[in-house]
Structures are given as structure tokens and as C-alpha cells.
């Protein structure tokens, strides 16, 4: 003979190991059972709901942000273009508190464009260089100065963890959204628990077999 204490009792010894009656019969809200209430099912439509719709954000929105980084950089590689400038003003020396592998500076260089117009600009050149000294630099269909394209292997990466990372950031919203749904369900349940162990549970006794 064991006593039972009520639903708060029961339930707080499933919170301690809350895999437990998943790993015996994780299908149990879906089987008929004459214990099983509305309440339950309800619940499992409301997770199975909020699983379906994380996995599928996240892994449509990860998708179509690595597919848009991807592509960006892929438009960058194929608009942009080298282009030979000449260095307006002699450029510093390294200094000697720099390391000994920042032997490029930033300096004032001047190259013209296609159509014939000069352009002016700063870009990083070897320290040292003397104006009028040769470099190659990158710009984009305007003539303005840009940075080198990467290289396809590094748009990869690139939006492997943008995807990553916008892919797990909406799929937070509907998991959480569901785990808040589901812990207010179980509150309500608890509570319809408690009312009818206060209106029946005197009638059985405080022992049970």
C-alpha cells in the first residue's frame, strides 16, 4: 500500500526524467487509451505543429540565405575587375613598431576607366612605393574602388554559415512559440488535474493499491 499524493506529486517525479515515457511509447498521445484526454491530443498536434514548421524554416530560410550569399559573391567575381592604377603620392615606410608582415600601406592612387574618366582613391600598395609606381587594384562597374572577389571556395564557407546562422535564428521563433504553447497546456492540464483530485480524491481515501 503506497500513498498516493495527488497529480502535483506524480507529475514531479516524470519532470526528473522526462525521457522516460517517451523512450517506452513515444507515440502514446496518438494511440487510443481510455486515460488519454483532449487535452493530450491537442498537445501532440501542437508540438507536431511546432516541429514541423522549425524544421522547415530553419532549413528553407538557412537554403535561401546561402543560396543569396552565394549568389552575390558569384555576381561580384564576375562584374568586378582588375584594373592598373599608378601611385599618386609617395606612400609611408613601415614603421618600426609594425609587424614584420605589414609591408602594405595605404596610400592615394589614380587609374582611369573604360570610357576614359579618371578616378582618384585610396588602396593598400607595398610601403615605400614611389608615385608613379604600378598597382593593380579592383573596381566594379562604376569605376569605383572595391575590394578583391573571393574565391568560390570562400563564398562557400561563407554562406554555409550565413545560412547557419539565419537558419537556427528562425527556427528559434516557432520553437519557442511551440514549448510556450505546450508548457501553458500542461499548466491548464495540472490545474484540471488538481480540481479533480479535490472533488474525488476523498471519496477514495488516502491509500491506494
Known amino acids: ?19 522516460a515515457r517517451w523512450r517506452r511509447n513515444p507515440l502514446w498521445r496518438w494511440r487510443r487509451n481510455p486515460l488519454r484526454r483532449r487535452s493530450d491530443v491537442l498537445e501532440a498536434w501542437v508540438m507536431l505543429a511546432a516541429w514541423t514548421v522549425t524544421v522547415l524554416c530553419g532549413v528553407l530560410t538557412g537554403l535561401a540565405a546561402a543560396h543569396s550569399v552565394e549568389q552575390g559573391l558569384a555576381r561580384e567575381r564576375a562584374e568586378w575587375r582588375p584594373v592598373r592604377a599608378l601611385v599618386a ?29 579618371t578616378h582618384s582613391g585610396q588602396a593598400r600598395v607595398a610601403a615605400g612605393s614611389t608615385t608613379g609606381t604600378p598597382v593593380t587594384v579592383w573596381t566594379d562597374r562604376d569605376g569605383l574602388l572595391v575590394t578583391k572577389p573571393v574565391p568560390p571556395s570562400e563564398a562557400r564557407v561563407r554562406g554555409v554559415t550565413v545560412g547557419l546562422l539565419v537558419g537556427v535564428s528562425a527556427a528559434a521563433g516557432p520553437f519557442v512559440g511551440g514549448r510556450l504553447v505546450r508548457g501553458r497546456l500542461e499548466r491548464r492540464r495540472m490545474e484540471q488535474w488538481d480540481e479533480g483530485w479535490a472533488r474525488f480524491g476523498p471519496m477514495w481515501g488516502r491509500k491506494t493499491g
Open 89 to 117: 603620392e609617395d606612400a609611408p615606410e613601415p614603421s618600426a613598431a609594425a609587424s614584420s608582415g605589414a609591408d602594405r600601406v595605404w596610400a592615394k592612387v589614380r587609374w582611369t576607366t573604360a570610357n576614359g574618366s
Open 1 to 19: 500500500m503506497t500513498a498516493f499524493r495527488g497529480p502535483q506529486a506524480w507529475m514531479s517525479r516524470w519532470r526528473r526524467n522526462p525521457l
